[in-house]
């Protein structure tokens, strides 16, 4: 499989509830953008869930796949953290879309 181009996320689907059981896990809702982002051998690449490019905006993410190798998938949220009192983290949208 050639991993050039774009490769969409897996997106969540709606419930009527929330799974129970092994196997399962939760996590918060954070404001980001959904995103795959994978390590080839012309160099990282990222793409929202719509195929919109952004690896050259990305240069942490870049970096941190240049660790990785080639072929490694990551599909996830792409969202900016800002640490707030205590251990507590604040999401800031604003500053992952540039504006």
């Known amino acids: 499989m050639l991993l050039d181009g774009p490769i969409f996320p897996t997106l969540a689907t709606p419930s009527r509830g929330i799974p129970d059981g092994p196997g399962w896990v939760l996590e918060p809702k954070r404001d980001g953008w959904r995103a795959i982002a994978h390590a080839t051998a012309n160099g990282p690449r990222a793409y929202t869930r719509h195929g919109t490019s952004h690896h ?6 870049n970096a941190a796949l240049a660790e990785r190798p080639s ?8 969202v900016c953290l800002q640490p707030i009192a ?4 604040r999401c800031r949208f604003d500053r992952l879309s540039g504006s």
């Open 56 to 61: 050259r905006r990305l240069p942490a993410l």
């Open 71 to 78: 072929r490694t998938v990551l599909d996830g949220d792409l």
């Open 86 to 89: 205590g251990a507590r983290l």
